[in-house]
């Protein structure tokens, strides 16, 4: 008997791509479905509903690329990686550059969704961009995501825009209800706002890359979301924000900065409203979200999203407004 993940048939592969990256997915067996639902097979357990029973045991290869690499270089190269389209992103260290090309080309062979391979250098500059660097595959890094049943077209190289965020994404949309009033703050090229404004709320979306621009109104049409659903500001957030009106759900999704601008923004949020605030924190750093906020605001909920470097990691807080002397409404 093993622990496995439940989740609805139609997040399966959302929740694939979730554990593993995370080391969670137990290769030894088959995922299980069952009425609408699959069970993925655990190593250890993660945050949702767990069953427990019987696994299925697996005869096929395992999806580790590292398999089909050398043995002096199996320990070198990086377990997970990300996946945006059909290009695949890694991270490696500078003792393991001179074997770029051999992982590539085991990355390929093992994953065979994936057409390019690129090394990712890091998120640099004003607009939080990944250097990148193709190592296997023709040039160029346009490319369609497709997650929770929408796609997402843009040039990664130009733009903000991170795979493994695709089941909060799902959280949140499954939280939201229709007509809310959404900021999305440092919307990017939209994945939260297209979800929210498909459901029936009213986004505002800003960002002050003018290529997250571009391929945002891109998004939107690219899945069918009526231009009167959305508004983009093409923007930094405090200079547009006195004239925004309140909100009933703010996402915060800038996680090296996203703190400095929590007290600013948290003004805009209309009493019973949700901040959704991610940011990277240090593993060993015990982080008071309240100290950055006044009293009459409480975090509810809070969870490691995933591991960020070593050292640290991508942490989400939802936090709520649940009182205020004088209440604001939109007009």
Request: aromatic share 10%; glycine share 4%; net charge neutral.
């Given at each position: ?6 989740v ?65 270089i ?34 390929l ?7 390019k ?10 607009y ?47 939280m ?87 007290q ?43 591991p ?24």
């Amino acid at each position: 008997m093993i622990k496995h993940l439940k989740v609805l048939e139609r997040n399966a592969q959302d929740a694939r791509l979730f554990l593993e990256k995370s080391n969670a997915l137990n290769e030894d067996f088959l995922p299980i479905k069952k009425e609408g639902y699959i069970l993925w097979p655990l190593n250890f357990e993660v945050k949702g509903e767990i069953v427990v029973c019987e696994g299925v045991e697996s005869k096929r290869n395992s999806r580790d690329y590292r398999q089909l690499l050398p043995s002096e270089i199996r320990g070198l190269a990086p377990r997970s990686f990300d996946i945006f389209g059909d290009i695949g992103i890694i991270r490696i260290s500078d003792e393991c550059l001179e074997y770029s090309k051999i992982i590539a080309k085991a990355l390929l062979e093992s994953h065979l969704n994936l057409k390019k391979v690129a090394i990712d250098k890091g998120v640099k500059g004003e607009y939080r961009i990944r250097q990148l660097q193709m190592i296997m595959g023709e040039p160029g890094f346009v490319s369609v995501h497709r997650e929770n049943g929408f796609e997402f077209k843009l040039d990664i190289s130009k733009v903000y825009f991170s795979p493994r965020l695709s089941m909060e994404r799902s959280r949140i949309y499954e939280m939201s209800e229709s007509r809310e009033e959404v900021l999305d703050a440092f919307a990017g090229v939209c994945p939260f706002s297209v979800s929210l404004a498909s459901k029936g709320c009213k986004v505002t979306a800003v960002d002050s890359n003018p290529d997250s621009e571009f391929w945002a109104h891109e998004n939107f049409r690219r899945n069918k979301i009526l231009k009167s659903s959305y508004d983009f500001l093409c923007s930094k957030i405090e200079e547009v924000l006195p004239e925004l009106k309140f909100y009933d759900r703010i996402i915060m999704n800038s996680p090296t900065t996203s703190l400095n601008y929590l007290q600013l923004i948290s003004s805009k949020l209309n009493v019973g409203g949700v901040i959704h605030l991610y940011t990277i924190i240090e593993n060993d750093i015990n982080l008071r979200i309240g100290d950055y906020l006044p009293s009459n605001f409480s975090c509810v909920f809070e969870r490691v999203v995933h591991p960020y470097s070593p050292s640290s990691s991508l942490v989400v807080f939802d936090i709520v407004k649940v009182k205020n002397n004088v209440q604001k409404t939109n007009q």
